[in-house]
């Protein structure tokens, strides 16, 4: 079978069974199969069965995933991300640049960026939240295509978290970020993994829990290269990290569902971190964030160099 991103005819079936459709302990009623490339990684399906750009302007998706679209309640649930993503950017990039966060939700992460940045670019499909930020004074688009018209080359800093896994096209969507950087400009990107070590020790009670309608791709660092050899990106890297401690991991052995951020007693901070650190440096954390610059030359991550 042919692999969606690479091209090439190693694919297989690695899952089949019911899976995620929105919030958490909601199952579909079919079993779905998820696909697997043997030589990128990527791991897919093609069973969402739904017009995804309808989907995600409405207030469908939000409300199928969080049960609410309101603004407040995006802060609630995700202002505690940000600390996590500046663990990904850095905070030093930021200032007096123009910045844009593609499929920003409700912009929780823009408005600490705002307070530092020259320019803060939001683009969100959800029309509710495009609105509030509107409001708050931000350039607005729906999506990054719309975005190009006007800053083609004129974006300094890309963010983009829990994004790409949703898209119809991750290709199409990494050209169209790629084509906003301006010369020397930086992107980072950030999706779940397949989460390897979980995989490998729970089985199908994780996997059901993993693999989502909402999500049609599970990418990989193989992925990222695939795709980023295709549209002729060479200043690239991958870095691994891992967003769930040892607690939650306990918690899914004893009760075979999530626990979110579930600490025990037992397990100490040097526990927890040494947990953390090693899923990182045998990349088989849970999250990780290609980082793409423009300038080759001026890339100095880990991860892949071509000069
Ligand atoms: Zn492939």
Known sequence: MRCKICGCEDAAVTYEGKIRDGRV???????????????????????????????????????ELEGTSDVDAFYRLHDGESLEKFRYTGTEIFR??????????????????????????????????RESMRKRGYTVFGYAQEALEEYRGKVDVIVSFDVIEHVEDPQTFLEEAYALLSNGGKAFIGTPTDAP??????????????????HPWVL??????????????????????????????????????????????????????????????????????CEIVKDVCAYEGSGEKDR
């Open 197 to 214: 070590v979980m995989r490998e020790v729970l089985g199908g009670a994780y996997e059901s829990f993993l693999f989502s309608t909402q």
């Open 96 to 129: 007096g640049k123009t910045v844009a966060d593609i499929g920003c939700g409700a912009g929780a992460f823009l408005d600490y960026i705002q307070a530092v940045a020259a320019r803060v670019i939001a683009i969100e499909p959800s029309e509710t939240y």
């Open 25 to 63: 302990g909601n199952y579909t009623s079919e079993k779905m199969k998820l696909f697997r490339c043997g030589r990128c990684g990527t791991i897919w399906h093609d069973n969402s069965g739904r017009d995804s750009r309808e989907y995600y302007q409405s207030e469908a998706y939000r409300n």
């Open 220 to 289: 990989s660092e193989g992925s990222f290269a695939a795709m980023a050899e295709r549209c002729g990106i060479t200043g690239f890297g991958v870095r691994y990290y891992q967003r769930y401690g040892l607690g939650n991991f306990v918690y899914w052995l004893l009760n075979r569902q999530p626990g979110r951020h579930k600490g025990y007693d037992f397990i100490t901070k040097t526990m927890d971190r040494a947990w953390i650190s090693e899923l990182e440096q045998q990349k088989k954390s849970d999250y990780i964030v």
